[in-house]
């Protein structure tokens, strides 16, 4: 091989693929063609002082290419895959065909090199690349041609006819056949570019389309170089021809996926830019253009003018990171804003790479810019939220554990909780809001300032100003409020009223315990309208728990001392309940014996003439036996069941028409000073018992003022009572206006376990007199749903103070026929009556007494029995007389059975308790009478005559 053969040296030169010539001793190039020059941007001196493992980008993974050919005979050719660093600064991925050749006594490299970036469309295409490449280097991988242009004869080469499928001998050789095998788009191209060779010596070098023996077209690459003679006439010409169809083919993949490549970046929205360090040109792409809110043709790229659309706080940042990236140190991915046009600056994000040269510099940068300015924003607002959420728990934490907070009482903790909300939540004002025990007002307990740095208390907001609202902090945990002015939850704040107090927006929290709501906080903002963040009403929130907290813990010994009251109380309770119980149930048990013994003197005294010794016995036993029923009625008043006529009427009024009377009753050395409220609100009640509850309070004190005399004062008044105001008493029946009477003594007063025995009944602490006295009004107060307070302590005196709730509405009188009465009566019956009692001497009594009437007389024991005969005989039946009180099947099932087999029988009810009780339990409609026991005959016979006349 002959290396400085002009003819070789112009074929080596005119050569399409990359050639070189290499020290098989240390690699260093000794000889390149123009391809290779243009190849990696390098003129033919700087590739000389290159060796090629100074062009392998991965050099030092790689094994050195003279290495890999150690050992090899001439001849030998190496197929290598490298990465080298093209002429725009582009890694390229080549494959090097390295031939051991021999020349003048010693070996050399002979490389030839080709770019397959792109091409390698999968594994199997890379391997048939492979293939073909190596058979092409064993065979003289390009065709070659010759052309002696003195004869006109040409030479192609076997590889030039076998690249177009077609043997040595099929082939004409004949330089103008060329033109038979082109494609007629490219004979035009390819005949102008061989005269424009040989007659301007330009180079000649270009693709174009053969035929193939099959008919197909493929593409070729040809070149060559023209000899010429003395006189600058062209005798011959000699170049290559090689198969680029599958480059071409790639390169139209190639500008196919840059399509797809340029419409994915358009579709992700990021702008593409460039920048050429060695020639300062800059380039943003459309898009980058579109980012900034311009058209293609008003923006033009200029590294300055980066800058002046640059926020200013950010363009020294930007600098140095960029200055950075440029020597190599860390990478270039920053966030900084840029001015849109009408939309002001906006955050982008901007992400780069530098090419480096193999001296390290950088000779090139590219990249991508995006608008991220939501998730930027976002992002800031978050680590603002995160600030904010970690001075907010800081602040809680403080307070959750100062051990001083409740040292000095609930009003100074919330004074301290109110300053820390509002240094916290940078809010201009603060406050803790308690409700009244009835809530009908709000009273602020602690009001901050931030603008005065003062606090306040005291004032107080009414329910009846704010229905609405206050209802809504009692069903909601937070009210947010940012525009009170128009919030339909504030329509109740008058204009004036959020003026005055310049509320811009407003945040309430419940303050809870136990799950009712006893208060609130209460933020409010005075510089402008603000929307509360979700983190601002958690703490809010947070803040209202320790405010409970600390009311919890204020609180905590006043409970503990309540709860040892409560416990007594609700022992004294229970005694008293259980002796009601069995009060009620003896006084029930006993008015059946006095209806036993009253009915059968009375019947017995009927036969019996008047003014004989007989008579007077039998009124005797009459006589004791009325006396025993009136005892039966205070026990049942102990018990609460006790007959009264409801009546509407001014408890002080009643109290002063009986002044005349309450003097002649106590001591004369007692001192009696009346106080009466005018205008008091009315009660309902019976005035027989009202009266008999004053005369006993007004007794009782004039006992303990005792025959050394005293004073004794009455008062009547009104106020709101809840239960639990009472001491030693009973409490009211329900929260509300009640009016009282109060008696007051400075007599003897009463000890610990005396007051403990007071309502016991039969219990007295004089030698006469034992009764029922204060049990008495304890079951009168009780049926009244009113209540009973003391306040006593020996040597001190002694106050009771009894409470009647206020009548809502005008008590209407019982139906007449259901109230006793002792009028004589001629008035007799017929017919059959069933007569219904569990009692057996009750039942054998009433049934002489309703035979004397007229009736004849059908007995049941019970309420079954009792139902059986009313459903065989109630067509026959004039009269039922039923007992309320049996085992088993009581009155009150017993009449439903009845009325749902017929309700045309006219029902008599009979009981120990009282009509009121009745017609309570039953209904006043659904019986036609009612008759009390103990009763006579003359009692039954005008309540039967009321019914039936």
Known sequence: MQLQNPDYQAFFDSNLAVRLVLDPVDGRILKCNHKACSFYGLTEEELLKRSIDELDLDAAQNVPLIRRLEGCDVGHVERIELRHQGAEGEVLQIVAYVELIEYQDRNLLLVGLREISGLMKTRQELQEFRERYELAVRGANEGIWDWNIVTNTSFWSDRCKELLGYAPHEVDSDHEAIYDYTHPDDTAGLHQALVGHLRDRTPFGMEFRLRCKGGEYRWFQGGGQAVWDKEGAAIRMAGSLRDITERIEGELCWRKSEQRFNLAVAGTQQGIWDWDLSTGEYYWSPQFKALLGYAKEELSARQDLLYELMHPEDVARVRDAASRHLVGEGEYDIRYRLLVKGSGYQWFRSCGQALFDSDGNAIRVSGSLTNVHESAVAEMREAHRAARVERQHEAVLGLATDPTLCDDGFRAACAQINETACKVLDVGRCSVMMFTEEFESMQAIDLYVTAKDEHFNGYVTEAKDFAEYFALLQDHRVLAISDPYNDPRTREFPKEFLDKRS?????????????????????????????????????????????????????????QQHQQELEKRVLQAQKLESLGVMAGGIAHDFNNLLVVIMGNSDLVGSMLESGTRERELVNEIENASRRAAELCQQMLAYSGHTTFESKIFDLSTLVEEMTHLLRASITQRAQVEYRFESGLPFIAGDPTQVRQVIMNLIVNASEAVGDSGGNIQVKTGSGLFTPGDGKHGIDVAKAGLH??????????????????????????????????????????????????????????????????????????????????????????????????????????????????????????SEGQEAVELYRSNHQELGLVFLDLTMPHMDGEETLRHMKAISDKVPVVMSSGYTAQDVAQRIGEMDFAAFVQKPFTLDQLQCALSAVFS
């Open 503 to 559: 509320v811009h927006s407003m945040l309430d929290v419940s303050i809870r315990r136990a799950g009712v709501t006893i208060g609130s906080v209460r933020f409010s903002e005075v510089r402008a309208p603000r929307i509360w963040r979700e983190d601002e009403i958690n703490f809010a929130a947070d803040l209202a728990q320790q405010v409970a907290r600390v009311h919890g813990m204020v609180e905590t010994n006043a409970l």
């Open 739 to 860: 009016v009282y009477l109060e008696v007051r003594d400075d007599g003897c007063g009463m000890t610990e376990d005396v007051l403990e025995r007071i309502y016991d009944p039969f219990f007295s602490t004089k030698f006469t007199g034992r009764g029922l006295g204060l049990a008495s009004i304890l079951g009168i107060m009780r049926a009244c749903g009113g209540g009973i307070g003391i306040k006593t302590a020996p040597g001190q005196g002694s106050t009771f103070q009894v409470l009647f709730p206020v009548a809502e509405k005008e008590m209407g009188k019982p139906p007449s026929a259901l109230l006793p009465t002792d009028q004589p009566s001629t008035w007799r019956g017929s017919g059959k009556a069933l007569l219904v009692d569990d009692d057996q001497t009750v039942l054998l009594l009433t049934k002489e007494m309703l035979s004397r009437l007229g009736y004849k007389v059908l007995m049941a």
